[in-house]
């Protein structure tokens, strides 16, 4: 069983930046592909970032490649999403979940595939 703790959302003004982290309880957590995904309400929830077990892979939505950053310590039992340059829209509930496939080099994107999520932190980003 693995449980997974989103931490460092809040309110920022466009053009700013949040460190999300994900912190993750488990024996076999390090060994597990991770993703972010977000949601606003009425809509979908959407993939942001994506990070294979050992981080040897990532990969980003389009809306946010080349202003965000994904990563891990598995030492520490943890998975980052660094936000830099944020604006309006990407104001919404961003979740980690954890895929249990112990050592897998590929990072996935789809929400159906993760097995394991945590609460949600909220971003808000303002004008």
């Known amino acids: 069983q693995v449980q997974l703790v989103e931490s460092g959302g809040g309110l920022v003004q466009a053009g700013g930046s949040l460190r999300l982290s994900c912190t993750a309880s488990g024996r076999t957590w390090g060994t597990f592909p991770m993703g972010w995904f977000r949601q606003v309400p009425g809509k979908e929830r959407e993939f942001a970032a994506a990070?294979?077990?050992?981080?040897?892979?990532?990969i980003y939505a389009d809306s946010v490649r080349g202003r965000w950053t994904i990563s891990r310590d598995n030492a520490k039992s943890a998975v980052y999403l660094q936000m830099n340059g944020l604006k309006i829209e990407d104001t919404a509930v961003y979740y980690c979940a954890a895929k249990q496939d112990q050592y897998l080099s590929t990072a996935y994107d789809s929400s159906t595939v993760y097995d394991y999520w945590g609460q949600g932190t909220q971003v808000t980003v303002a004008s």
């Open positions: 990070i294979s077990w050992n981080g040897a892979n990532t």
